[in-house]
C-alpha cells in the first residue's frame, strides 16, 4: 500500500505564494506521474498540473505562469510552487501519484486566498 502524505496549505493574501509538498510512502517500485487537482465549493475536481518520470509538464490555462510543479524522484516527493496567488485560487487541493502502476490520491489541503 501507498500513503500520500500532503503539507504546506493555508491562508495567504493575494499575490502571495505557497508551497505545497506531497511525500509518498510504503512500498514503492515504480512512480509514474504526479500532480495536484483542487476542488472549489460547488466545484468539480479539476487538474492543475501533473509532471511525468521525463519531467515533461502539463499546466492548466488559469495557472500557467503562477505555478510550477516538480519533482524529487529520491524522496518520492511532487511539489507546486503557488505564486501570484488569487482568490479564485482558493480550494482544496489534492495530491495524485500514479505509483506502482496504480493511482494515489492526498487527503487533500486547504489553500485560502483573500483579496
Known amino acids: 500500500q501507498v500513503q500520500l502524505v500532503e503539507s504546506g496549505g493555508g491562508w495567504v493574501q493575494a499575490g502571495g505564494s505557497l508551497r505545497l509538498s506531497c511525500a509518498a510512502s510504503?512500498?514503492?517500485?515504480?512512480?509514474?506521474?504526479m500532480g495536484w487537482y483542487r476542488q472549489a465549493p460547488g466545484n468539480q475536481r479539476e487538474l492543475v498540473a501533473s509532471?511525468?518520470?521525463?519531467?515533461?509538464?502539463n499546466y492548466a490555462d488559469s495557472v500557467k505562469g503562477r505555478f510550477t510543479i516538480y519533482r524529487d524522484n529520491a524522496k518520492h516527493t511532487v511539489y507546486l510552487q503557488l505564486d501570484s496567488l488569487k482568490p479564485e485560487d482558493t480550494a482544496v487541493y489534492y495530491c495524485?501519484?500514479?505509483?506502482?502502476?496504480?493511482?494515489?490520491w492526498g487527503q487533500g489541503i486547504q489553500v485560502t486566498v483573500s483579496s
Open positions: 510504503g512500498s514503492i517500485f515504480r512512480v509514474g506521474t
Open positions: 495524485w501519484v500514479i505509483a506502482n502502476y496504480e493511482n494515489y
Open positions: 509532471i511525468a518520470r521525463d519531467t515533461s509538464r
